[in-house]
């Protein structure tokens, strides 16, 4: 096990890491545990960001089609760059639509891909003012100038923050026949 006083998922990933003496350039993944909906093709998706040998550091997003997400602060939307890096991560609608333009908008899946080097350095970073202003660990990385790679899934998760979402985990475990 662990330690207890780790104060995130990413504090625990970076001592099993040492634990497990891996090297510098394995790849480490990070499914959350209130994420139970995740399925193995979406582990493939995270996965295949690696495929650039730049990337150290990757996660997933899913096209919002649900209403009722755009609004919720419980599910995070991220907005991304042409070239799939994460460009903002929020708990607020991304991006404003000004003047009636309609744009794509797209929820953040907790699951994160890390070169184990780039892991051990952002786990010795310290919080910053976004991170603490949103509550999303992950724009640490934004903060301090480095790159996350999104890449986009076509599976629909429920992320489970509310009494409410575990209804709905229920529901598509019910339609998935689980």
């Known amino acids: ?40 093709q979406m582990v493939l998706d995270l996965v295949s960001v690696f495929d650039d040998k730049n990337v ?30 994460a460009i903002y991560f929020s708990r607020y609608t991304l991006p404003y639509e000004r003047d009636g333009i309609k744009s794509p908008h797209y929820k ?12 051990l350095k952002y786990s010795k970073m310290q919080k910053t003012q976004l991170e603490q202003a949103e509550c999303l660990e992950q724009l640490r ?10 890449k986009e899934t076509k599976w629909q998760t429920v992320g489970v923050d509310t009494p409410e979402q575990i209804g709905q985990v229920e529901k598509e475990l019910e339609k998935a026949g689980l």
């Open 1 to 40: 096990m662990t330690a207890s006083t780790h104060t995130c998922g990413t504090d625990r990933l970076a001592e099993c890491v040492n634990i497990l003496n891996l090297s510098d350039e394995d790849i480490v993944l990070n499914i959350q545990g209130d994420e139970p909906l995740i399925r193995p």
């Open 141 to 150: 990385v934004l903060e301090y100038g480095y790159k996350i790679r999104v």
């Open 108 to 119: 953040h899946i907790g699951a994160y891909g890390y070169k184990t080097w780039f892991l």
């Open 56 to 85: 150290y550091m990757g996660t997933l997003k899913k096209k919002i089609d649900i209403e009722e997400e755009l609004s919720n602060p419980n599910v995070v939307k991220v907005i991304t760059a042409l070239n799939g890096d």
